[in-house]
């Protein structure tokens, strides 16, 4: 898995004396948890994937099939019961693939499509919220969101869709599927 952000970055973007292993270690882990997390919520590996292949069996006739991972950057082959097929068209945006001959994939047919899909580079605003969450971790490991002292109290927060501010849920859910 390719982590949306590096540990070189991440120190530029929150600059830290300690330079250690266990440090540069503990930085990558949570930028591979960010990463997965951001993942988890959209839906999308975002990063570059080639020979992706998804296979559809129509549970009623339809002319049209949608691609899990956008965005599309290329249709590599498309076979319909393991016979090329070639009248189709993409919208690489969506990842809505359309037959193109007025005719419908029936539900005995199966398709299979593989494709290329994901940004060559991870966009900035990816990378910053992967950096912004990864730190957040580091700082407050165990998510507290309440502390008191007298008669000691104390919440948890989650590390998961939670760990995200309204505004990174909003930029986020553009690359949701």
Known sequence: MAIFASPVEFFTFA????????????VQQSL?????????????????????????????CVSSLILSQLPVTAITSVTTNAVAFSPY???????????????????????????????????FSIRGICMRVAKAMLDNPNAVANYSIGNYSQTAGSQSEGSFTKGERMILDRYRA
């Open 15 to 26: 600059p830290d004396s300690d330079s250690s292993s266990e440090r540069v270690a503990a």
């Open 32 to 60: 591979e948890i960010a990463t997965q997390t951001i993942k988890d919520y959209t839906e999308q590996d975002i990063e570059a994937v080639a020979g992706r292949v998804e296979t559809f069996r129509a549970k009623s």
């Open 89 to 123: 068209s993409v919208d690489l945006k969506t990842g809505i693939l359309s037959r193109t001959d007025n005719l419908s994939w029936l539900m005995e047919d199966v398709a299979t499509i593989t494709y290329n899909s994901g940004y060559p580079t991870i966009p």
